[in-house]
Nanobody
């Protein structure tokens, strides 16, 4: 059974930093594309970042590029998202996810997500 558990969220001032973690189990972590997605209040799921293999196979949404860094620890089956220069618009519940895809209406779906961790950026 796939199990994803996020942690590390919290309240931070604009310009601050946070590091999110995700503990993964129940599947082959090293051979799967892993994602961070987020959901702001009243909005749909938004893709944030993906990692294929190790750190060289990363991609980011334009809104977070150069501010967020995704990484993984194969030995510990852990996924991370280091977030710098946080903005109020980054406020959302962040999910570690796998098997994500877009529907015909461009909405994002992920077959597996954790329970999420709340990130609030506010002064």
């Amino acid at each position: 059974e796939v199990h994803l558990v996020e942690s590390g969220g919290g309240l931070v001032q604009p310009g601050g930093s946070l590091r999110l973690s995700c503990a993964a189990s129940g599947f082959s972590f090293s051979t799967n594309v892993m994602n961070w997605v987020r959901q702001a209040p009243g909005k749909g799921l938004e893709w944030v970042s993906s990692i294929v293999g190790s750190d060289e196979g990363t991609s980011y949404a334009p809104s977070v590029k150069d501010r967020f860094t995704i990484s993984r620890d194969f030995a510990k089956n852990m996924l991370f998202l280091q977030m710098y220069s946080l903005k109020p618009e980054d406020t959302a519940v962040y999910y570690c996810a796998k098997d994500c895809r877009y529907a015909s209406d461009y909405s994002l779906f992920c077959d597996y997500r954790g329970q999420g961790t709340q990130v609030t950026v506010s002064s």
